[in-house]
């Protein structure tokens, strides 16, 4: 085993160490503030830093180009083991908060998922928030691509670690001949949709502070604010608007806007096969269960019922997770069909989870050709997606994924079950930490929190949430002996 992790182990002490260096922004708010977190973040700092100066220290001798095994281990580590790092400042701040607590909301943070157990957001120190915040920013295209950007500064190559991470399923797809080249460009796209997010949300009305956070939350489609009411705190239709905007953009592959960013032109977007879909099935998912919930008179007015219905159909759907009313007292219906457009609304590419539009897409497309095959069995009936066919192998690889997908919710579902957890809320807290989306219904709904929660649950649910953002296979395959064998 040590022959398989110690040639990966300067790389993660040099992603550990870039990690422990962005505490410092945290740290910086707190010392200016005076908010009384400054402590934890030293320490914080000093044993993450420190720790990834040992990690690359023991491996340098170990250096070599990464193969694909390699790649997959590392993204595996650093996903399991960055959120211990990131859970430091809150178990040293927060002495009561339980291990598996802290673990929790630091897994959701770095996966961009947005549950919390944490109640009395609003007393709580700036810098913490704004910490929170920034594991949904630094989470939400990955940490891996992050660092890919400078891997050839380490010698060692970027393209196995950026393919294992990348949540598509056209892993080989590349934007630019070298995979540093790509990173870069992806954030810069990142960063620049960032920074027009700030300005606009503090336009709007937002403090400085609150626009940073909830920009960052919103990039990378977690669901952290630094108030309990979460967006509903602000009670502003300008500020939803301008939030379900960014959401939808968010939702969209960044490939596609690294497209229109090097020049190709605003008609990437028509071409691209995801987004009608996406916005398709989101937009008219917001207007149908407005009309349902004029219907049954949960709204007396339409207007009312449209501003509430989308704006939270939209939000669930990309995976962001605020919420500006409790869905969870709307009619069932509601709350489940919100629950099954997270499965797989968002684009490949983009910072949401589940199974993404595309997988979604294949499948439809794979069904309607089985059965225009019982009608005509001997045609010949390429799967196209867009202009493209889309190989076979990728279909099975589709429909393998959608299996273990299934079979991991099912699965998880009973476990919490066992534990005592009703089914509704057993079911719907799987379903948001494996799609990365942050509230469920019942006991986890919006106007909760997973605190209620028993450290074993939380801990099934922080697996939940790693198996999502590593896209099942990721994980799954370390856990195989045949990974392990030379």
Excluded at 409 to 415: D, E, G, H, R, Y
Aim: glycine share 8%; with cysteine.
């Amino acid at each position: 085993m040590h022959r398989r992790i110690l040639p990966i182990l300067h790389v993660f002490g040099a992603i550990v160490f870039v990690f422990g260096l962005s505490m410092l922004a945290p740290l910086l708010l707190s010392e200016l503030s005076r908010d009384g977190a400054q402590r934890a973040y030293d320490l914080a700092a000093l044993i993450t830093i420190s720790s990834g100066m040992a990690f690359w220290l023991l491996g340098r001798h170990w250096r070599q180009e990464l193969k694909m095994r390699d790649g997959i281990l590392l993204v595996v580590l650093t996903w399991t083991l960055l959120p211990g790092f990131a859970a430091l400042p809150l178990l040293i701040h927060l002495p009561d908060l339980p291990l598996a607590d802290a673990y929790f909301e630091a897994m959701s943070g770095l996966t961009a998922t947005g549950a919390t157990v944490l109640s009395g957001l609003d007393d709580l120190p700036q810098s913490i928030n704004l910490w929170r915040a920034q594991l949904h920013w630094i989470g939400g295209l990955g940490v891996i691509v992050l660092v890919a950007a400078v891997l050839p500064l380490l010698g060692v190559g970027g393209r196995q670690m950026f393919k294992a991470e990348m949540p598509t399923p056209m892993k080989d797809q590349k934007l630019t001949p070298r995979m540093a080249e790509t990173a870069k460009g992806l954030w810069l796209v990142y960063v620049i949709l960032t920074t027009f997010c700030i300005l606009v949300l503090w336009a709007l009305g937002m403090s400085f502070f609150d626009a940073v956070v909830h920009a960052f939350s919103i990039m990378g489609l977690g669901g952290f604010s630094s108030h309990d009411a979460s967006l509903g705190y602000f009670d502003s239709l300008h500020l939803e608007v301008a939030v379900a905007v960014f959401a939808l953009v968010a939702g969209i592959n960044f490939a596609t806007h690294f497209a229109v960013l090097r020049g190709h032109g605003l008609g990437v977007y028509r071409h691209d096969p995801e987004i009608r879909w996406f916005l398709g099935f989101v937009l008219v998912s917001g207007v149908v269960l407005a009309l349902l919930l004029w219907q049954r008179d949960v709204f007396l007015d339409l207007p009312s019922a449209l501003r509430y219905a989308v704006f939270n159909t939209i939000s669930v759907a990309t995976t962001l997770g605020f919420a500006t009313t409790d869905y969870g007292q709307w009619p069932f219906f509601a709350g489940l069909w919100m629950m099954f457009l997270c499965s797989f609304s968002t684009s490949a590419g983009s910072t949401g989870g589940g199974i993404k539009m595309m997988r979604a897409v294949l499948l439809y497309k794979q069904v309607y050709r089985e059965l225009k095959k019982l009608i005509h069995p001997n045609a010949q009936l390429p799967l196209r997606l867009g202009d493209s066919v889309v190989p076979n192998k990728i279909v099975y690889a589709v429909l393998a994924f959608l299996f273990i997908y299934v079979a991991s919710i099912v699965s998880l579902s009973f476990v919490l079950s066992f534990t005592g957890l009703d089914v509704l809320t057993a079911f719907s807290a799987v379903v948001a930490c494996i799609n990365n989306t942050g509230p469920g219904l019942g006991q986890v709904g919006p106007a909760t929190t997973y605190g209620v929660l028993t450290d074993f649950q939380t801990t099934v649910c922080s697996f939940a949430m790693l198996l999502g953002r590593l896209e099942l296979f990721t994980l799954l395959v370390v856990l195989t002996p045949a990974f392990w064998r030379r």
